[in-house]
């Protein structure tokens, strides 16, 4: 490991994409500003079209610091916004930030430290969900349970070593460029397909408990529906379009609407049966959404009540809200039914 000083580590290029972010975008930055990295750094914000003074506010940050750079993000998208970002710096490791993400101090640190241990092309950990009402609570817990998201590494934690995806993630510029950067026509999920593309190029994608990033949820139940009918949509799309890549865990939320919906169904045809005079064996349809209520109330008791009786409440609903968003927008999108994919990008 070289000597820790700035002239032997590598210098390191934040690259942010921001869009109507005021409330959360001064928080992500000090915390880039803050890092214990000892090497050279430079924060550069692709800045989207905003209206909620967001654009006034990186204003600010950029003039009082002369390693933040602006950057006009015209097109406003993430994947737009990061190659922009990444094209307009300059140092050989790049560190992907979100603007609802706060890094720890030592978050830069550690990564460096990782990709010259393992010589990865990209390092990422955890996404730690902390939220500040009841409602975003319960949204974390859902996000860190393995029936919220499906328990991935990047949400519950694992040991360190090669990985399909990471949260967010520090990459070589170098296989960055090499790849293509990220692929702007993906709204959502753009993540996992350019860490697809790295493997298949022959790099490796590396997680590390050791990294924990905080991120902030959705505030609102209509957000939260939202950012997640617009995941399940591209994660239909890039399961249609890459068949070959995708997990058993990525079917499971649309077999569970899909196996909901025709209990239901069936259910009704079985009260229908009943009034008819004929044997209602049909009334077993009711069966699967009982089920289901029974795996919520469960995962509720286990998760949803570690916060108080209102994020127990609310954890009945968001978990819910999280799997039947992304089961049917999965549908529309494997199916291709969705009229304009691109306008799904889950703000």
């Given at each position: 490991?070289?000597?820790d ?5 590598p210098g ?21 500003l ?6 050279p ?9 905003s209206?909620d003074?967001?654009?006034e ?7 009082v ?21 990444i094209?307009?710096?300059?140092f050989p ?9 706060v890094?720890?101090?030592?978050y830069?640190?550690i ?23 009841d ?5 974390a817990?859902?996000?860190g349970?393995?029936v ?11 040991a ?6 990471v ?5 070589r ?13 993906i ?34 139940l ?11 949509i ?8 890459y ?20 209990g ?9 049966q ?8 049909l009334?077993?349809?009711f069966a699967?959404?009982v ?38 927008g999965?549908?529309l ?14 703000r």
């Amino acid at each position: 490991m070289p000597d820790d000083t700035p002239n032997t580590l590598p210098g390191v290029s934040y690259v942010m994409p921001v869009l109507n972010e005021a409330t959360h975008v001064r928080a992500a930055v000090d915390s880039l500003l803050e890092q214990d990295y000892a090497g050279p750094i430079e924060v550069t914000i692709a800045l989207g079209p905003s209206i909620d003074g967001t654009t006034e506010l990186v204003a600010e940050l950029a003039a009082v610091d002369p390693r933040i750079r602006v950057v006009e993000n015209v097109v406003g998208s993430t994947p737009a916004g990061l190659n922009l970002a990444i094209r307009e710096s300059q140092f050989p490791i790049v560190v992907r930030v979100d603007a609802h993400s706060v890094l720890p101090a030592d978050y830069t640190r550690i990564a460096v430290e990782t990709i010259l241990e393992t010589g990865a092309d990209n390092v990422g950990g955890l996404m730690d969900a902390q939220g500040t009402t009841d409602f975003e609570r319960a949204v974390a817990r859902a996000y860190g349970s393995r029936v919220g998201l499906g328990g991935t590494k990047l949400h519950v934690g694992g040991a360190a070593g090669p990985a399909e995806t990471v949260y967010l993630g520090v990459f070589r510029r170098d296989r960055l460029l090499e790849v293509g950067l990220f692929d702007e026509e993906i709204k959502r999920g753009q993540d996992w397909e350019l860490n697809r593309r790295i493997r298949g190029a022959g790099g490796t994608v590396w997680f590390t408990p050791r990294l924990t990033v905080t991120y902030r949820p959705r505030p609102n139940l209509y957000r939260l529906g939202r950012q997640f009918f617009s995941t399940g949509i591209w994660r239909g799309e890039l399961a249609r379009r890459y068949p070959a890549s995708n997990g058993v865990r990525y079917f499971a939320p649309p077999v569970m609407v899909l196996g909901v919906a025709l209990g239901i169904l069936l259910g009704i045809a079985g009260l229908v049966q009943d009034l008819l005079g004929a044997t209602p064996w049909l009334l077993w349809g009711f069966a699967a959404p009982v089920f289901y209520i029974l795996i919520v109330t469960v995962s509720a008791l286990l998760w949803g009540r570690r916060d108080g009786f209102r994020s127990f409440l609310w954890f009945l609903v968001v978990l819910p809200c999280i799997h039947f968003c992304w089961g049917i927008g999965f549908v529309l999108g494997y199916l291709s039914l969705t009229r304009n994919i691109t306008a799904h990008t889950g703000r």
